[in-house]
């Protein structure tokens, strides 16, 4: 059954226009078929085609139910600033991954920053990207793309996770197997820059009660790094 | 200490030239220091400088053993043919994470071919996004870059892994946490084209003994599939 992205859905009917009444029109489909909304907050619409005219497409709603592709536990994904191309591609595999947020953060040996007038025009774009990999994984959530413009910030908003992780080279004791081994339903998960942390920046990290972590004996990248963290997060929630 | 990756080491003396030299130079170590030698096949070497001349360096072994950078377990990525920009970066990504080797194949529904003519070509420029991959991430092993040309070559290979898979996105009874719940200490992953695999394809696999698995509810693109296996299977043997 086709499947398509709207916004909030609500009511027993629904127009559809714009780019979804051109693909519902280029699928040929006839009134009385049925397809899938999603609202893209987690909840599929099973609805029937009633008409298809120059306005729009109008379908009946028929029944609701939790998308099948979310995850049952909520990973936000805290990664620092990097050059655009990898935040971009970050913000594309986690979503497909199954990210609840994506986060971007200043950090002390960032080289790429941004500052607000960049962020306003670079955040729609990422918040699209992230929509495109969440229609085509057949995800039922669009992950927010959000940035946080001090380390403060994001430790408080981090440290409110159950599982609040801070993936550091240096750390040599606490494998992400041993701290995962709690009872979770949210995680959040922060990676450095190209250069790591500062020393400072993980001290500061485990007084708002964040656990330092290690992703193992090789050096990840920085796009590397939040990627792998999601996945193992995500598996050992039985989620693969 | 300082790391290079160089060929086979043997002998209690060894004579480097080229690029090695180079970056001895470049660091102005003096005679007497240390240093560390990998031969790219899961060896390091401590080594005295005893000599630097225009001629190269002259390094005295020391002491050997295991790299540090090594996973106890050997994965095995098997990847579909798909677009160079996409195979190379997982390549690249594969390599950091901690695959064995990396082989591309031809599936029923690729749409990038390689001929002999191209592989000659390609798989230079691959083992060496490898080997830069590997030097980065601090491994002590190369993963080898090999193609293979038929399915039934791919399957004979891959049935041979103590735990060989092949994700199949309609594969929705073997979770891979399922299926690692045995000992195992090679394993085969395989991940098929951007059309998936066929049936056929499937069949012809669970003939040869592999196991049909699910990476979770998420349709995954052809390059987050192989790193998103390898990183699950990382973790769930403690690497993690």
């Given at each position: 059954m086709p499947r398509f992205f709207t916004g909030p859905v609500s009511g027993s009917r629904v127009c559809l226009s714009g780019e979804t009444a051109s693909h519902i029109r280029v699928l040929r489909m006839r009134p009385g078929e049925e397809l899938t909304l999603c609202d893209g907050q987690g909840t599929d619409y099973v609805c029937r085609l009633e008409a298809l005219d120059g306005a729009g497409a109008q379908v009946e709603l028929l029944s609701s139910q939790p998308?099948?592709?979310?995850?049952a536990v909520d990973v936000t994904v805290y990664m620092a600033f990097a050059k655009a191309d990898k935040l971009e591609h970050v913000i594309q595999k986690a979503t497909e991954l199954g990210a609840r947020e994506i986060v971007a953060y200043p950090s002390a040996r960032c080289v790429a920053r941004y500052d607000a007038a960049a962020l306003k025009s670079k955040l729609p774009r990422w918040q699209k990207i992230a929509a495109a990999a969440a229609e085509q994984s057949g995800r039922g959530r669009i992950p927010a793309v959000r940035a946080v413009s001090g380390w403060a910030a994001v430790l408080q908003e981090a440290a409110a996770a159950d599982l609040p992780l801070i993936f550091y080279e240096r750390e040599r004791n606490n494998s992400l197997r041993s701290l995962v081994q709690v009872p979770w339903r949210s995680a959040a998960v922060l990676t450095g820059p190209e250069g790591g942390y500062t020393e400072a920046e993980i001290a500061a990290a485990v007084e708002a009660g964040l656990r330092s972590a290690s992703l193992g004996a090789r050096i990840l990248r920085c796009e590397t790094a939040p990627l792998a963290a999601l996945t193992a997060l995500l598996f050992a929630a039985g989620e693969m």
């Open positions: 998308s099948a592709g979310e995850p």
